[in-house]
C-alpha cells in the first residue's frame, strides 16, 4: 500500500497563473477530500467526491478554484487565476467509504507559494 | 454545525513526563467519532487514535490514551512517558455517524524537550 500520493511537495508561482495540484488516493478507497491548510483558518475542507461525483463543493473559497476526479485513481485541484492569499498546504486525503469509522488517511501535502 | 474547540495553542514538556491535550467539541448528534491526528514537521498527517462515541471504554494505544466524557462533550488525549519524537502538531476530529466530513480543531503545538 504505497498510501495517498500528491504532486508535486512545492510549488511555487506568480500571481496570475494556473496551478494544477494532483492526487492517487489509495486503490480501493472510493471517498476522496481535497483540505487546505493555513496558519489563520487551520485545515478546511474544500471539496469531497465520493465514487468519483463531487459530494460536497460549499468549502470551495471561490470559482477560481475547481477540482475533478476523472476516474477512481486520480483527482486535481486546479487554481486560476492564482493569488497570494491561497498560499498554503493543500492535503488529499482518501477513506472507504463503506466503513464509518474508517480514518482519512492523508497524503503528505503540497505547500503552495504564490508570489 | 459541528465545531471542534482546541483551547491550548501551545505546550510544552520534559522528556519522560505525561501530557494531556484537550478537546471539546459541539454536536446535538449521538452516534459519532473522534480521532486525533498527529502531524510532525515532516507535515504527514498520521492518525494516533479513535474512539467510537456509543463505546464507553476509553480507547488506547501503547503511551497514547483518550478521555472520552460524552455528556461533557470532551475528548481528551494523554501521552505517557512521552518522547522527543512525539514533537508535532495534535489535530482533535470529529465526524458523525454515516457522514463523511470530518471537522478538525485548531490543533496544539506540542514540544517535547530533552
Known amino acids: 500500500d504505497a498510501g495517498v500520493i500528491q504532486s508535486p511537495r512545492h510549488e511555487v508561482t506568480e500571481m496570475g497563473q494556473e496551478v494544477t495540484l494532483r492526487c492517487k488516493p489509495i486503490?480501493?478507497?472510493?471517498?476522496l477530500f481535497w483540505y487546505r491548510q493555513t496558519m489563520m483558518r487551520g485545515l478546511e475542507l474544500l471539496i469531497y467526491f465520493n465514487n468519483n461525483v463531487p459530494i460536497d463543493d460549499s468549502g470551495m473559497p471561490e470559482d477560481r478554484f475547481s477540482a475533478k476526479m476523472p476516474n477512481a485513481s486520480f483527482s486535481t485541484l486546479k487554481i486560476q487565476p492564482s493569488e497570494p492569499r491561497d498560499s498554503a498546504v493543500y492535503f488529499c486525503?482518501?477513506?472507504?467509504?463503506?466503513?464509518?469509522?474508517?480514518?482519512?488517511?492523508f497524503g503528505n501535502g503540497t505547500r503552495l507559494t504564490v508570489t | 454545525a459541528q465545531t471542534v474547540t482546541q483551547s491550548q495553542p501551545e505546550m510544552s514538556v520534559q522528556e519522560a513526563e505525561t501530557v494531556t491535550l484537550s478537546c471539546t467539541y459541539d454536536?446535538?448528534?449521538?452516534?459519532?467519532?473522534l480521532f486525533w491526528y498527529k502531524q510532525p514537521p515532516s507535515r504527514q498527517m498520521i492518525l494516533v487514535i479513535r474512539q467510537e462515541a456509543y463505546k464507553q471504554q476509553n480507547a488506547t494505544e501503547n503511551r497514547f490514551s483518550v478521555n472520552f466524557q460524552k455528556a461533557a462533550k470532551s475528548f481528551s488525549l494523554k501521552i505517557s512517558d512521552s518522547q522527543l519524537g512525539d514533537t508535532a502538531m495534535y489535530f482533535c476530529?470529529?465526524?458523525?455517524?454515516?457522514?463523511?466530513?470530518?471537522?478538525f480543531g485548531q490543533g496544539t503545538r506540542l514540544t517535547i524537550n530533552p
Open positions: 486503490s480501493g478507497h472510493n471517498s
Open positions: 476530529a470529529f465526524k458523525i455517524q454515516g457522514a463523511q466530513k470530518l471537522v
Open positions: 454536536t446535538s448528534e449521538n452516534n459519532y467519532y
Open positions: 486525503a482518501s477513506r472507504p467509504a463503506p466503513i464509518d469509522n474508517s480514518p482519512l488517511h
